[in-house]
Each structure stands twice: as structure tokens, then as C-alpha cells.
């Protein structure tokens, strides 16, 4: 009955395959997929902003964020908030892992260089203040070298903002159609491939088998 | 269905990836090459499968198609989805490379099971019932691989019942859809191309 290419049943069947194929094809762009978990994460003034998505640009929210040091001894943790995001202050000036869990069984992680944290304190390194000191002694209006370092790093956080938000955008991205035709491609020729050696196999063994025929006859 | 690296521990990892061998060298025994291109198509369809995401509260799950899989192809499902997450793991980043064979286990191992249930159905000349097998296998292979994939983080510090409660009902939707994309695929390729089912006798 149902094999039956008239009944109406098949033909809804038909449909809703070719409504399915469809549906693939037009939600490729910008969706939502929970086999992934990205973390993000960037350093402005003192503090480290954390950001979990999943591959879409869904936020992972109320996540729990651990952050370790470079020996691997937790220094903190928290949750994300409902805008996938946790924030916390610098704990030490050293290379930190930001682990991110997503729900079970999906778990990333960004490592945070002590270079990017420690942006601010090469600023006020010794050799650095000793020429700025000589520079600043002629002028009547000395500039405070804490004052001067926090306005850059101000400025700098305002000018890096676009910046930081293009890199937080790209990264959102799903996989794309490059990767996915690719990947079709992949396997057509994987299993082309073994097709040929197994075709191969099979036809000397068939010669094989016809010689020994052969021999047998004469 | 995807584990992350860096969940699992050594031991589990290395059982996954043991049974994984086993399965695919049984699968690359079994496979002629007759049923080679019926492989590479459903194995095409398994790589795509996973881009197609059910959405579902704050969260979502994704088709997996591991029992279509198991129920046209046996054994030849392990190399299938063996090749469809690596590919996966490569180009999206799905999954990893450590947890490849674990990862492939806790899919392939429910279709074969699906295989031996419902496989011979599909010989049926009864429409209605290779209709409901074809569902139940769907339906089964999710449902166990939820339950696998609960299996293994047991050994993470999770509590069996926990995972598996909110796993299986995660996938709960899934677990429908499946079982009906896989009664219409059958549906549709008995009629218009049994010979892909390795269904020799004629439709109708």
C-alpha cells in the first residue's frame, strides 16, 4: 500500500523529504549547533571579559568558567550570565587557561598570554619611567606616569573595542560551504578510492583463478 | 553526541577507540563492492546530518541519522560514520581527534544493534511493517546512544542517572524526527530504488 506510487501517503512522504532537503539547504547560514562550544576571551583595563557561543553565535549561558594558571592550579571560577558572558579581575599577570563548560560533554577552552595581560605594566617598567623622567623634568607641567599610563590604556580599550568585536564576530561563524562541499567531496574520494583497490584485488584474483582453470584444462 | 576533547579520561578513550577498531575491520570485511557507493552515500548523508539542528528551549540538538545508517547498512556503518566524523572533527571542529573513536562507538554501536533487530524487515513485502521498523530504528539508536554517551561520562565524575536524564530528554525530539525521517527515507528509496537497500525483490 505504501509502495503503491499512487496513493497519497508515498507522495506526502515525497514532499516532506524534498521539504527537509530544502530546509537544509536554506538554514545552512547562521544557525545554531550543539556540538561545539567556543570560548572567547580579551583583556580591557584590569579586567578579563569571558564570552561562550556555540557555532552560530548562540550564547552559552549560565556556563561554568574555571580559569587556571599556567601550573595548572585553579585561581577561580564562575558562570556565565545570560548573555554567555563572565568578567572577571586579573588574578595574576601570568598565562591563563579559561576552561568553558557547555552542558555535558562540550568543553573548550582560550588560553590568555601574560603578555596580553601584562600590556599596562610594561608601560611603567624602569628604563621606560627613567627616559620619560628626563623628557618630563624641563616642561613646568609634569605629567603623572600612572595618570598618562591609565589614559592610554583607556584609549587603547576604546580604539581595540571595533577590533575585538570584528575578531569576536568571525569566529562565530558555523562551518561554512567550502567545508562542507569539501567534506562531501572527501568521501566520494575515499570510497572511490577503495572501490579501486578492491576492484583491483578482485580482478587478479579473477586472472589468477582463470590461469589455474586454464592449467587445469591443458 | 559530539564529546569534546579533554572530557574523557585515557582509559576511556582507549576502549572507544579499541571497539571502534573492531567494528570497522568488520565493517571493511563485510563491505563488497556492490554496497561500496551505498556506503559513500550514506555516509555523505551522515556528514550532513549533523548540520541540521533541532532547536529545542535555550539549547539545541542536531539530526544524527545513525539508525538510517545501520539499518541499510551493517557493519558498514562503523568505516561510515568512522569517515563522516573525521571529516567532522577536520572541517568543523565537531567532536575531536582524540575522542574519534569513543565518539564513533557511541554512534555506530546502537546502529548495528538496529541492524540485527530491524534489518531483516526491510526484506518484508509488508509495507506497514518495514514503515514501523524503519522508525523503531530511528527512534532506538538515538535513545542508545544517549544512553552510551551517559555511559562514558560516568567516568568523568557525572552521575549515570543525571546525564542520562537530561540527555535523553534533550533528545526526546530527536528521537521522533528521527524515526520518522528514516520510515520516510525507506519508504521512498523501496519505491523508487530498492536496489540501493539491497532489496532485490520488486516493488509493489
New interface residues.
Given amino acids: 500500500m505504501l509502495l503503491d506510487s499512487r496513493h497519497p501517503f508515498t507522495r506526502g512522504a515525497t514532499l516532506v523529504i524534498n521539504a527537509l532537503l530544502m530546509i537544509t539547504f536554506l538554514s545552512l547560514a547562521s544557525q545554531v549547533w550543539a556540538h561545539k562550544v567556543n570560548v572567547f576571551a580579551w583583556v580591557e583595563g584590569d579586567m578579563v571579559f569571558v564570552e561562550g557561543y556555540y557555532p552560530g553565535g548562540k550564547k552559552a549561558q549560565n556556563s561554568p568558567v574555571e580559569v587556571y594558571n599556567s601550573a595548572g592550579v585553579k585561581l577561580l571560577e564562575g558562570r556565565t550570565n545570560e548573555k554567555g558572558e563572565f568578567s572577571f579581575k586579573i588574578p595574576a599577570k601570568e598565562d591563563l587557561r579559561i576552561v568553558l563548560t557547555a552542558g555535558v560533554a562540550h568543553k573548550n577552552d582560550f588560553i590568555i598570554t601574560a603578555a596580553e595581560l601584562g600590556l599596562s605594566e610594561s608601560l611603567s617598567d624602569a628604563p621606560v619611567t627613567k627616559i620619560s623622567e628626563k623628557v618630563a623634568a624641563p616642561s613646568s607641567a609634569t605629567v603623572d606616569m600612572g595618570q598618562l599610563e591609565v589614559m592610554i590604556d583607556q584609549a587603547l580599550d576604546r580604539k581595540l573595542k571595533p577590533v575585538i568585536q570584528l575578531i569576536r564576530n568571525t569566529r562565530k561563524e558555523g562551518p561554512g560551504v567550502t567545508e562542507i562541499i569539501g567534506g562531501i567531496g572527501y568521501i566520494l574520494g575515499l570510497f572511490g578510492l577503495l572501490m579501486y583497490f578492491k576492484s583491483r584485488k578482485d580482478r587478479e584474483r579473477g586472472q589468477r583463478s582463470a590461469e589455474y582453470g586454464q592449467a587445469v584444462i591443458i | ?7 574523557l579520561s585515557p582509559p576511556v578513550l582507549v576502549a572507544g577507540a579499541a571497539l571502534t577498531a573492531a567494528g570497522v575491520a568488520m565493517g571493511l570485511k563485510k ?3 556492490e554496497s ?2 551505498r ?2 552515500v550514506l ?2 548523508a551522515f ?2 546530518a ?4 533541532v ?1 529545542l528551549g ?5 539530526l544524527v541519522l545513525n539508525g538510517l545508517l545501520g539499518i541499510v547498512l551493517g557493519w558498514a556503518a562503523f568505516p561510515a560514520i568512522l ?2 566524523l573525521a ?2 572533527a577536520l ?5 575531536g581527534l582524540t575522542t574519534l573513536g569513543v565518539n564513533t562507538f557511541i554512534m555506530a554501536g546502537p546502529a548495528i544493534l538496529c541492524y540485527y533487530l530491524f534489518g531483516r524487515s526491510l526484506t518484508s513485502k509488508h ?2 511493517l ?2 514501523a521498523m524503519a522508525f523503531s530504528s530511528g527512534f532506538l539508536a538515538i535513545l542508545l546512544s544517549s544512553l552510551l ?2 555511559l562514558c ?1 560516568i567516568f568523568t565524575g ?1 552521575s549515570f542517572l543525571q ?1 542520562a536524564k ?2 535523553v530528554l534533550a533528545h526526546l525530539p530527536v528521537m521522533f524526527l528521527e524515526g520518522l ?1 528514516v520510515a ?2 525507506l ?2 528509496l ?2 523508487v530504488k530498492p536496489e540501493l537497500l539491497g532489496v532485490t525483490h520488486a ?2
Fill in positions: 553526541m559530539h564529546i569534546s576533547e579533554g572530557v563491505m563488497d563492492n561500496i557507493p556506503v559513500a555516509t555523505a556528514f550532513v549533523s548540520l541540521i539542528r532547536p535555550p539549547s539545541a540538538v542536531h569517515v563522516g571529516l567532522q572541517l568543523f571542529q565537531f567532536g509495507p506497514g518495514v514503515t554517551l551517559a561520562l557525572e546525564a537530561v540527555l525521517i520516510f527515507c519508504a521512498f523501496m519505491k516493488a509493489g
